[in-house]
């Protein structure tokens, strides 16, 4: 669709269909958060509505979304990591390692990622 609106801040190609969402990309560039989580003891403000909405999640535990694969049970807080589940299904693995001569690919990046370590060495973790 068309996107008429263009941020004028410095460096940012955010682009609206309308005024409103213009407006909403605003508090991304000042720092401004007025969405302010109503947990008792939580002290998390959002810059946009919806990112404060996709935090109280983890407050509520709601996991809307659902995987539609046959017996699959898996629900996700996000839409993102939904999309993360599939590859767990369809056998796709996107993520390759970039070491010379290793072939290992994995079906997300985090595991990527853990593989990685393989060949640094790196032990993030303390005991």
Same mark, same amino acid.
């Given at each position: 669709?068309?996107?008429? $609106?263009?941020?004028? @801040?410095?460096?940012?190609? $955010?682009?609206?269909?309308? @005024?409103?969402?213009?407006?909403?990309?605003?508090?991304?560039?000042?720092?401004?958060?007025?969405?302010?989580?109503?947990?008792?003891?939580?002290? $998390?403000?959002?810059?946009?509505?919806g990112t404060l909405?996709?935090?109280?999640?983890?407050?509520?535990?709601?996991?809307p979304y659902a995987?539609?694969?046959? !017996?699959?049970?898996?629900?996700?807080?996000?839409?993102?990591?939904?999309?993360?589940?599939?590859?767990?299904h369809t056998g796709?693995?996107?993520?390759?390692?970039?070491?010379?001569?290793?072939?290992?690919?994995?079906?997300?990046? !985090?595991?990527?990622?853990?593989?990685?370590?393989?060949?640094? !060495?790196?032990?993030?973790?303390?005991?």
């Amino acid at each position: 669709g068309e996107r008429p $609106y263009a941020c004028d @801040a410095p460096g940012c190609e $955010y682009r609206a269909a309308t @005024a409103i969402n213009l407006k909403s990309n605003r508090p991304t560039h000042t720092g401004e958060r007025p969405f302010a989580c109503d947990e008792p003891e939580c002290e $998390y403000r959002a810059a946009q509505a919806g990112t404060l909405e996709k935090h109280k999640r983890t407050h509520s535990g709601e996991r809307p979304y659902a995987c539609d694969a046959p !017996g699959c049970e898996y629900r996700a807080a996000t839409a993102i990591n939904l999309k993360s589940n599939r590859p767990t299904h369809t056998g796709e693995r996107p993520f390759a390692c970039d070491e010379p001569e290793c072939e290992y690919r994995a079906a997300q990046a !985090g595991t990527l990622e853990k593989h990685k370590r393989t060949h640094s !060495g790196e032990r993030p973790y303390a005991c």
